[in-house]
């Protein structure tokens, strides 16, 4: 990581994180179901046909009271002598619009008239002489046509169902391989601010709250509210008053949805960020348990994990006041409503069947029940899911977060790939900074000619690191520039520029997979023999071969289960198949014992040979081979040169060589003895 | 299923660590369910009342215009098709039916009343239902959490070497998510499903046998049908939680790794692991997703022929006579009742597969066995004096090959310094590790004091033992929190004093925030030698009787190696230290020299001896160490 006290990101962003609108989120959120249009048309299309299936059924029974089942038609029944037009008054006045005689109102209607006409079915008679053996027929072939609408609903739901879940998989993984993807533009910087494990917990968790939200609550938002809307002109077409009464309650409804989901929202953004924290508190004590082991911290980690833990908790505590207010209220309104349709409707038909001018009949109060409990239905369920909109709205935000982070290293849009080169590094007047007005290399300038061995040298923190940083573009300069054979490393793509820079980091970073997998890391091409070449020019080999399945051994998470210096072997081999041009080793060969570590040193020997090396040194053998020497004190060079000639200087460097080596020097003059 | 339930079962037990809060829920449910069942019942009295006051009304009519002398003839048959006896006479009929028709609005006022105070009712006790399950449900997944955190925090190395941190987390995260989504909601909607059920089938059966039968069965088909769904979606979803367990892995290597991913350019290689690794969890979303694409209309339809049937029955029950309107609206909306908590299990059902899946995988972490733990009887090892003993100690790696020690014995006097010597690989990392028992060895045995290191409590053991090594890692957390990593409860004079000692104290107080400055993940970044002083600092203020340490000065320019090899010296001083030898000077003050070749013991001794008596040593003084004296 960033060496000296860099306690800030990238040169060229700072984070931020803008509050999103919610219609902004969802706006974003929709534009990734662009390339999914068919599905989500299909999707459409079914629930129209499913949602009109799931209203008719109501109607229909409905037409079945008023025609076949109404007391008006059941006393029609009994024949009394001159009482017969009382009841036939009675039946017509009815709502049964399948009859002979009436004309059916609406699409539905239409329809459903001209299929019961079909196979000669005979029409209900309306003018009292309906038989009991006819009312029956009647019955059965309305049940039939309702069952027929049951299926084709069911079909549909499963079709829309399947349409959406495809649609919002692939919506999903598109995103997650956005963010991915976006996260590896990042400037290192942005890691050493934000945890792992929140930036995981985006990508898993937070993407796992709109999918939830996608699979289920999509489907069932948009099918209940098409449903609202169908039921509500269905109510108001068959009878205006009456549909308002019914409705009554609507208004209400609406706000109190408003209202909590919005407190709901709130809630739940927390919840998010606190899930959040637990992730990174995992990430980080689960990748560092060895060290909690070894310290006996295991108490005291477990402590603080039940803090953090326990915020969650209590967040999501908190967010579900609202969740689980929103339901029960909406369901206690729409028991009002029903509440509302017979006790008007009911008051109305004993007071002459008229409502404000209009007809009332049973049929009419059964099928608005009918409507007013579908009517609440929806809104339930739509209440219900909305907590998982809200969770994840509150989700997408974050991952949006991410997604509107800078990149730090943009290609510029004309830049060109950097094509083999001779390996001439110069820095001219190169400025750094990590924070404005603060910076970490003032005005640096050398020139590195193809195949030279540059030392850095200088107490911690004084900018070693960020030079070499500086070369394969991790970061940008603040002012200056830096050319690789003339050319300004801004000109090129950040691939290309890289793949001629090998690097061997401090901390050698090892992914749980194969040894040969390992190796051929940033050569993805290369041979099995070019592996092995490899690891025999890092001396690496040897101790592979020990291992039990050799080049095949599947190395744990970072590398465990070898040793320090094996892993820096494997490092090392890693950066000898790349076969780069410009060479950058980070104090690599300190963490080998002794003896490999000689064994690397002439490998390195071979691997330097006829490449630009920068090595940010300690150990006095590369500082002695160096073809050139440069001390770095607080972000300056302050002196240059090879050993010898500094050493002749008595400045700086060899301060610094008499307090590192006198020691070592009376050791000598023992073993001398 | 059988062991679907045990898991279930195992993690339901959790709800009861909060006893009398965990049946809350269920109590709210009762009354909540009671107030709802009352509607439909309601609903039957104004429709009732309503048909009463409409016949009475058309009957009246009628009435008017039978001429009397029909009157005789007419009355019987209007009397039976009121439901009337037979007995009444013309006049107490029209008085009848008059008082059927004056009561009607006030029967209908009065039950419409009463349906609005069951509908507060209801609203408040569904809500305080919602309200306590799922608080109840976070609480399990708190508790579920921390025996997970606790659990891998104590699980020990070989346990931790083969799993990886983001699949662990993802069980930890996710799959605790999963089982609270069914303890919080589904369980109770299981259990509130088949107190609705019960006590609507009751219900049904009591006002109307016959049509309660043509209706009912569809339970037994339904039921059936979800058995099967249930037990064929178990696997997949297991299969989800572990594909989304390895997207997690790849995502979590590559944030801890994301300047060597960079360094190589391997963004896109890495890339496109990801991609399959998304495509292969998206793949199995959409196998699933087939799966309910099947279950879910079928329920639908199941439910809505149920409603077919009833209609069917009834409808000719009405027709016949034998049942009024308002006793037929009450019935089908009772049997709502029926089809949604049925409906309702469909959808359990699914929950329950994916919190029995989950559920298996949580607890296969509880139920690890770690391999080192505190055996029973284990007593705590009192303040030693530092003298350390192998025996024949041998050990390998879990699933790997060869031994990496291989009899090894040796002895360590209080207050020596014991360096070990080897190429990489001859297992000088493995006798560190086998010290404070991250491992136990695989034959013979180590003691401290004479006590066995399997006989005493592994806290007492390492809290005597300091570590410091090469790799440090820091925590999200202040200087001072981290120096104080192994003694929360030190006092700042011991914190500075061993600052001091490190030589990290000067570097820390340059710093604006000083001590508390944070460091680790969200932190300043130190460079590796001011890291280094800190983990020296760290183990010094344990001030521990037994001291491994790696006395390599990685990462730091030559000065501050001075300033830390000083430090180490005087950590060293006075305490049996166990050092991973990378320079002269350590191996010549050494007390005890142990030269390790290929796991095995190639000579113990001191420098003077062993240059003179072991070829070994003496190759490797001349080419490493001398190597290096030379280079000096």
Redesign the interface.
Known sequence: ???????HSGFLNQETSKPQSTSETLGRLAKHFGPFWPALLAAVVFVVISTWAQVTNPEL?GE??DC?????V??S??N????SS??SQ?ASSSNCWLAADKQPTGITQTIIKNVFALGSLAAPKTDGTIT?DE??AG??RM?LL??AL??M???L???T??SM??AG??V??DL??EV??H???LP?GY???????D???R???DT?TI?QAI?FALVNVASGSLLLVWIAYNMLTQNLPFALLSMAVTPIMIIVTLYFSDQARKAFRKTRTE?GS???S?????????????????E???DQ??IT??A??DA??NA??F???L???L??????A???V??A???A??NGANLFGTAVS?GL??TF?AYV?RFNQPIQQISVLWGNIQSAIAGAERIFGILDEKPAIVDDPNAKEMTAINGKVEFKNVTAEYKEGEPVLKGVNFTAQPGQTIAL??????G??TIINLI?R?YDVTAGSILIDGTDVRDVT??SL??Q?G?V???T?L??ATVMENIR??Q?GASDEEVIAAAQLAHADT?IE???EKYQTVL???G???????RQ?LSIA?AAL?DPRILIL??AT?????????LIQKALEKLLKGRTSFVVA????TI?NADMILVINDGEIIERGRHNELLEEKGFYYN??M???????E??A??AM | MTQQRNVIGRAAGYLFHYRWQAVLPYIFLLIATLSQLAVPRLVRSIIDAVTKGVIATTVLDALNKIPAAFMSVALPKILTFLNYPATMTSDQLVAQLNADKVSAPDDLVRAGLFIVGFAALRGLFAFLQAFWAEKNSQSVAYDLRNDLYAKIQRLSFSYHDQNQTGQLMIRATDDVEKVRLFLGQGLLQLIGALVLLTATLIILFTTNAQLALATIWIIPVALILFMLFGTISQPLFNRVQQRLSALNTILQENLAGIKVVKAFTREKSEEVKFNVAADNLMDQQIVIARLFTFLMPLVFLIANLGQATTLYVGGKEIILGTLTLGEWQEFSMYLIFIFFPVAQLGFIITQFGQAAASATRIFEILDAKSDVTDKAGAIELPQVEGNINFEDVSFRYVGGGAPVLDKVSFEAKPGQTIALLGATGSGKTSIINLLPRFYDPTDGRITIDGHDLRDVKLESLRAQIGIVLQETTLFSGSIRDNIAFGKPEATDDEIFAAAKAAAAHDFITSFPEGYETPVGERGTTLSGGQKQRVAIARALLLNPRILILDDSTSSVDLGTEAVIQSALDKLMKGRTSFVIAQRISTVMNADQIIVLDKGKVAAIGKHAELLEENEIYAEIYSSQLLDDKQHA
């Open positions: 990581m960033m060496g000296g006290p860099g306690r029974t079945l009271v076949y089942l109404s007391p008006a059941a006393a029944g009994f009394l002598p001159g009482a009382a009841a009675s009991t009312r029956t019955l059965v049940i309702i069952i049951y299926v609903g069911a079909i739901m499963g079709a169902f399947f879940t495809w998989q692939h999903l993984r997650r391989t991915f993807e996260l590896h533009r290192i890691y050493a601010e934000h945890e792992a494990g930036l995981m917990s990508i898993t968790n796992e999918n699979s899930m637990v992730n990174a995992l990430q980080e004590s689960i990748s560092a348990v060895r060290e909690a082991q070894a310290f006996n911290r295991a005291e980690n477990i994990f039940n833990n326990a969650n908790r999501n505590v579900v006041v969740t689980s207010a339901s029960p209220a369901e206690a309104l729409g028991y009002v029903l509440a509302i017979v006790g409707g009911g008051l038909l004993l049973l109060i059964i029940l409990q040298v200088g107490p911690t923190g004084a070693k690191t394969p991790f950040a691939e890289r793949k820079i690097v980091l401090q901390d970073f992914f749980s890391f940033g993805p101790f020990r291992l039990p744990g998470e970072r465990s289960g070898l040793s320090q210096g094996q072997l890693r790349a980070d104090e300190s963490s080998v014992d002794t003896r490999t570590e000689r300690h150990r006095l053998s002695r610094l060589y307090s590192q080596f006198k020691k070592q020097e050791i000598e023992i073993i």
